[in-house]
């Protein structure tokens, strides 16, 4: 008896885990569908945290619509053009970065781009890579370019990598490095957090407006070969390299 119930507890995972690896929503976005009563297990409305679940005998819908951990798992690398909306749908109907790449299933993008940002976006519909890829313990490494509208002062690079505040928080840069011949104007910023529209706020606080942005650099993995607007399956390489980059 006692072997057959840790085989069970082994099968068993938490409610808000299987919707992570559903794609339906990070774990912390599982929970608030869970207490907003969103969320039916077996056809009854679960509130409590902490439950657990056998994904292959209960049925767990979201807003009535049936959730299934996926088949097989798809890893997409897409060198975001801009304008395009870093979401599955947009309720005005713009262009999203789901238009670029029509493949069957669901896939949802790793983190964010705002529209006028471009460069390396990940998708994919194993929810719990994404998940750990995104949670800022894990201090993933993301680099950008960026270009100014004005030179940037020595004395506000140091800031940078010093810290400013946005959002009344604390914000810094890793790295800030000017790159060579273009009057200070180009730079390059690494960052091990993820915050919304983070590089323009940090910019701004220092009166510095920011007129081109492009993600270069997540997780070691790049847009380099990739033409703007253009997508890819990650290899077995590099799907391996960021599971460990996460512990996963």
Known sequence: MEEQNRKDNQENIRLNKFLSQSGVASRRTSDELITQGRVQVNGQVVKQLGVRIDPNKDKVTVDGQPVRLPESYAYVLLNKPKDAITTVKDEQGRHTVMDLVPLAGRLYPVG?????????????????????????????????????????????????????????????????????????????????????????????????????????????????????????????????ALKSLVKL
């Open 112 to 240: 964010r781009l705002d529209r006028n940002s471009t460069g390396v976006l990940l998708l994919t519909n194993d929810g719990e890579l994404a998940h750990r890829l995104m949670h800022p313990r894990s201090a993933v490494e993301k680099a950008y370019y960026v270009r100014l509208n004005k030179p940037l002062h020595e004395n506000d690079r140091k800031k940078l990598l010093r810290g400013v505040r946005i959002d009344r928080r604390p914000a810094r840069a890793e790295e800030v490095t000017i790159i060579e011949k273009s009057k200070r104007i180009e730079v390059g910023v690494v960052l091990h957090e993820g915050r919304n529209r983070q590089i323009r706020k940090m910019f701004e606080a220092l009166a510095y407006e920011v007129r081109a942005l492009d993600r270069v650099v997540y997780g070691g993995i790049t847009c380099q070969g990739l033409n703007r607007g253009a997508w890819r399956y990650l290899s077995k390489k590099e799907v391996a």
